[in-house]
């Protein structure tokens, strides 16, 4: 049986291009004991994939040149040589960027069974969604009432971190940029403020509008002039929770840091970074409590989606433009 699959070429400077990547197709072997092979039905783009474009180990090892990529996606067992998994199991896996993958057995993990699409476990119940809740949780310590700032509030991540808040009880702001993301969030009862367009100062004066009192805390997801003017709107004792800084993922060169960054000991605030696998031992919590939310449709949740393998480094770079609302995810 035949491959095809992604890899990248080179290590990126800036921004990556398209042509960074390319399209392979390979024999696959026959399957070795506690093998599976799996035909991917949906495929997950991240943010954080970007890094390991760099060449540079950080908190995950970086993706070899010339070997496939890999990401999460979700699929079907075409064939078994794991007494765990049989023929016509759906699963999620992170050998994705490829049509059909074949990996050991004890990499793959069928899908729960709650009544979802099952691209949902990829989004709003895989990690992103996992992350949304750790973030607020585990990392901020959120409370009833609390009043929470977003950035990139539309996102993957964004998108339920402003449902889940909102639902404390406390004022919600969500960052975004294009008008349809800024509708979104107001159709869900988000207070939504725009960062196009405006400098840290500028951003200030629209979220102290939006909320008078200040924040509790704050959910990073881009950096840059959303976390100065989060800096400047949290009260005393806020704390941020850092997920990801996606505003310098392809930054040639050292990022400025924050000009307030003195308000985190003028305000004794608590900034706290996390990568969402330290905490995967805490899924079934989230599932728990999140899965039948969705399921339910108390929690609504939004998706982009390319059409076709050939389009998978498309849906990838189109992330960096700010082009997706909810998950960004491929349909083979």
Request: include cysteine; proline fraction near 6%.
């Amino acid at each position: 049986m035949q491959s095809r699959y992604f890899t990248i070429n080179d290590v990126p400077q800036g921004t990556p291009g398209r042509e960074l990547f390319e399209l392979h197709e390979t024999a696959l072997p026959d399957l070795a004991e506690g093998e599976v092979r799996i035909r991917n039905s949906w495929l997950s783009v991240d943010p954080y994939m970007r890094g390991r474009m760099s060449g540079v180990k950080t908190y995950i090892d970086p993706f070899t040149l010339g070997e496939p990529l890999e990401g999460a996606a979700v699929g079907d067992v075409i064939e078994s040589r794991h007494p765990r998994l049989a023929v016509g199991d759906k699963v999620r896996h992170m050998a994705g960027w490829r049509d059909i993958a074949q990996l050991p057995g004890d990499q793959v993990e069928p899908l729960p069974g709650i009544e979802v699409p099952e691209q949902a476990y990829l989004g709003v119940l895989g990690m992103p969604g996992m992350t949304a809740w750790t973030g607020l949780n585990q990392i901020a310590g959120m409370q009833q009432g609390d009043n929470v700032l977003v950035s990139a509030a539309s996102g993957a991540v964004g998108s339920l971190a402003v449902q889940l808040a909102k639902a404390r009880g406390g004022t919600v702001v969500g960052i975004a940029g294009a008008p349809e993301k800024l509708e979104w969030l107001a159709s869900h009862g988000i207070e939504a403020v725009s960062y196009r367009d405006r400098n840290a100062q500028q951003l200030t004066e629209a979220l102290q509008a939006a909320c008078p009192e200040g924040f509790d805390v704050y959910y990073e997801n881009v950096g840059g002039v959303c976390l100065e003017a989060a800096l400047n709107t949290l009260r005393t004792g806020g704390r941020i929770a850092v997920c990801g800084m996606i505003a310098r993922y392809n930054a040639e060169g050292p990022a400025p840091g924050p000009s307030n960054l003195a308000m985190v000991l003028i305000k004794r605030l608590r900034m706290q970074g996390f990568i969402i696998f330290d905490h995967w031992n805490d899924y079934p919590r989230f599932l728990e409590e999140v899965g039948p939310q969705v399921a339910n449709g108390e929690i609504d949740y939004a998706e982009t989606i390319e059409e076709g393998l050939e389009r998978t480094p498309d849906a990838f770079l189109a992330l960096f433009e700010g082009a997706n609302t909810g998950k960004m995810l491929v349909r083979l």
